[in-house]
């Protein structure tokens, strides 16, 4: 079946610190890929997106980008801040389908 | 103008009780979701429904039931509530069934069975 595997948390960063949250996925096919953040005491927002290899997904001065290769869609962000502290998930569709299988979720916490 | 609201926020109850969850969007989306977080924030789909027809039932105990009413509501109603039932429970909506579709989620009910 599909899985996507991220890095364990929390991970706590300075403000302006770069930031790399890693994630894996096993899927039939060439997924959809997505990051979601969701916020304290929130639902979940769509963060970004790629639907085939090499895409770049970006928003927010948040990237990652689809390798087929590696199987991976790793997240990164050139300098945090304080609001960027969140739960960030990494997430799949498989070709053809529409549910959302998801990672464990990263908690990011960024300090002064 | 909130897209996807859920009532209750919070729900506190005892075990063995039935409960209901609801969930409207304003989107004007065919598609609506359930999902269930775990203390670990650990979040699972439930079901989905297309224009008021289920979709996807990922092997939820037959105590839980949706109904979607019409395409702009789906329900999420819980008999003899069990205390692994708690966790966060969240609405979502898409356009369609497209797998690109963006799904916009609700703030989450959080059941707690005591």
């Known amino acids: 079946g599909n899985s996507v595997t991220q890095m364990e948390g929390p991970v706590t960063l300075s403000e302006e610190a770069f930031l790399t949250i890693n994630c894996t996925y096993t899927?039939?096919?060439?997924?959809?890929l997505f990051w979601y953040v969701q916020y304290p005491g929130e639902g979940l927002q769509l963060l970004l997106k790629?639907?085939?290899?090499?895409d770049k997904g970006s928003n927010k001065g948040f990237e990652a980008t689809y390798r087929k290769e590696t199987t991976s869609f790793h997240l990164e962000k050139g300098s945090v801040q304080v609001s960027d502290s969140a739960v960030y998930f990494c997430?799949?569709?498989?070709?053809?389908?529409?549910?959302?299988?998801f990672g464990t979720g990263t908690q990011l916490k960024v300090e002064l | 103008d909130t897209a996807v609201s859920q009532t209750p926020k919070y729900l506190v109850t005892q075990m063995g009780n039935d409960k209901s969850i609801k969930c409207e969007q304003n989107?004007?989306?065919?598609?609506m979701y359930w999902y269930k977080q775990d203390s670990k924030k650990f979040l699972k789909i439930m079901f989905s429904?297309?224009?008021?027809?289920?979709?996807i039932n990922e092997t939820v105990p037959n105590r839980f039931s949706p109904k979607s009413p019409d395409k702009a509501h789906l329900n999420l109603h819980i008999n003899s509530l069990e205390l692994g039932d708690s966790a966060v429970y969240f609405c979502?909506?898409?356009?369609?069934?497209?797998?690109?579709?963006?799904?916009?989620f609700g703030p989450g009910t959080r059941l707690t069975v005591l």
């Open positions: 979502a909506s898409s356009p369609g069934l497209e797998p690109n579709n963006e799904q916009f």
């Open positions: 899927a039939t096919g060439y997924p959809s």
């Open positions: 790629a639907t085939k290899a090499d």
């Open positions: 997430a799949l569709v498989e070709r053809g389908g529409n549910k959302l299988t």
């Open positions: 989107l004007g989306h065919d598609t």
């Open positions: 429904y297309n224009n008021k027809e289920l979709i």
